[in-house]
T-cell receptor
């Protein structure tokens, strides 16, 4: 285990559901990231938090709502998603928010029906 | 913004042979270039990184070279083994107040016996 834990590992939801993804890191890092991984596309940055403050929102639709209550926990709240939002959602942490030496979680495989 | 292109998209080599994956970037101010390995169904893991003030870096069987003039960098794996089979992602980080890490689309490496 890398020290970055994501739950759930798999999630199937309808377009009208509301669900949340959870990420927890035990590495003492100060920065946390959400990435989206779709087939045959580059990893897409969604959000960055540094010391609990959001420092990056990469033009993500409002149906994705992040929350970072402390430096160890990160959530991604989902509501009224579209089928094209189906992807692997990866959380990562790092010592600070300069994208160096990211430690990724195993991801949540999301399917939107 | 930064644009990272990665080639080839798939690569098959025989065990013991070398493998080379190439990436180009567009922003001449980019200063940090990591490589991540993602085995099937697992999380991406950093395997090696290089900064713009260095031309080459080695770690056992893997090495990365950087040509700043041509704006390309490459991953070299020697004496490949079956456990090297994975998807490899390159990335480039641009500088400035809005620094970002841009990933390539990945190379699926298959090492055959």
């Amino acid at each position: 285990e890398t020290g970055v834990t994501q739950t759930p590992r798999h999630l199937v939801m309808g377009m009208t559901n509301k669900k949340s993804l959870k990420c927890e890191q035990h590495l003492g890092h100060n920065a946390m990231y959400w990435y989206k991984q779709s087939a045959k596309k580059p990893l897409e940055l969604m959000f960055v938090y540094n010391f609990k403050e959001q420092t990056e929102n990469n033009s993500v639709p409002s149906r994705f709502s992040p929350e970072c209550p402390n430096s160890s926990h990160l959530f991604l709240h989902l509501h009224t998603l579209q089928p094209e939002d189906s992807a692997l959602y990866l959380c990562a942490s790092a010592t600070e928010s300069q994208y160096e030496k990211l430690f990724f979680g195993s991801g949540t495989q999301l399917s939107v029906l | 913004g930064e644009n990272v292109e990665q080639h080839p998209s798939t690569l098959s080599v025989q065990e013991g042979d070398s493998a080379v994956i190439k990436c180009t970037y567009s922003d001449s101010a980019s200063n940090y270039f990591p490589w991540y390995k993602q085995e099937l169904g697992k999380r991406p893991q950093l395997i090696i990184d290089i900064r713009s003030n260095v031309g080459e870096k080695k770690d056992q069987r893997i090495a990365v070279t950087l040509n700043k003039t041509a704006k390309h960098f490459s991953l070299h794996i020697t004496e490949t083994q079956p456990e090297d089979s994975a998807v490899y992602f390159c990335a480039a980080r641009n500088t400035g107040t809005a620094s970002k890490l841009t990933f390539g689309t990945g190379t699926r490496l298959q090492v055959t016996l």
